[in-house]
């Protein structure tokens, strides 16, 4: 039975999370709808007022008019004693004690009438400034509500682009890791190229300065020059030699 007890707890209470998550993502909705409510009140208290306010009128009407009887028949009265007639007095004076008691009742029934008015009165009048305070927050809370909205909206895109351009960073790398290993294969296959021939041999001769390319400028100029020169020493070799002695002859 204890279990029982407890599972039918636990339902009411997850029933009751479920509840307030659903009035909490609605709250601004039923809020409204509050509002309307108290609106719709409101409304009816002033219809009320209405009523009573004729109702205190038509009764004002009829004590004055009861009044103005009531003052008749007490000029009747008086006339009637100044004439000595007492029979006619005291059978005027029998209409007017009814109608005085019917005054007093219903002057009775206005002041508490008119009491009922003033109570409601003040209580549409407090109503009609809390209404108008309600308001004013409620349009403060929507206007925070829309601007928490369009924040919640630009940071989600905004951690959707730094999503997209931390993706497009990490494939770049990616393509940049792939081209250096590509080019660093390169390099160790021109390496080994070059070990397996004369190319390292050719670079070592060069660096030491044994080497030459036959496609250097200066090297093209020395064969040019070089004609030039031996035919330029064969000439001098001639002109030096000695003139024949005739006078040994």
Known sequence: MSIINKLFTLFRGTAHEAGQAVVDNNAIKI????????????????????????????????????????????????????????????????KLAPLETEQKAEAASKQALDRSIATLKDTIKKTELRLNGMRTQIDQVK??????????????????????????????????????????????????????????????LAAAGLLTDSSDAHAVLARFSQPKQLTHENTTTVHALPAPDHTSR
């Open 31 to 94: 809020l409204d709808q509050e509002m309307r409510d108290a609106g719709t009140q409101l409304a009816r208290s002033r219809d009320e007022l209405t009523k009573l306010m004729a109702q205190s009128k038509l009764s004002q009407g009829k004590l004055d008019a009861r009044a103005a009887k009531m003052a008749e028949f007490g000029r009747y009265i008086e006339g009637a004693l100044g004439k000595g007639d007492q029979a006619l007095a005291l059978e005027v004076a029998g």
């Open 143 to 204: 206007a925070t509500e829309a601007v928490q909205r369009a924040q919640a909206a630009i940071a989600q895109r905004h951690a959707g682009t730094n999503s997209q351009m931390t993706s497009a960073l990490d494939s770049l790398a990616r393509i940049q890791e792939r081209q250096a290993e590509k080019a660093a294969r390169i390099e160790a296959a021109e390496e080994l190229e070059a070990d397996a021939g004369d190319g390292d041999l050719n670079k070592r």
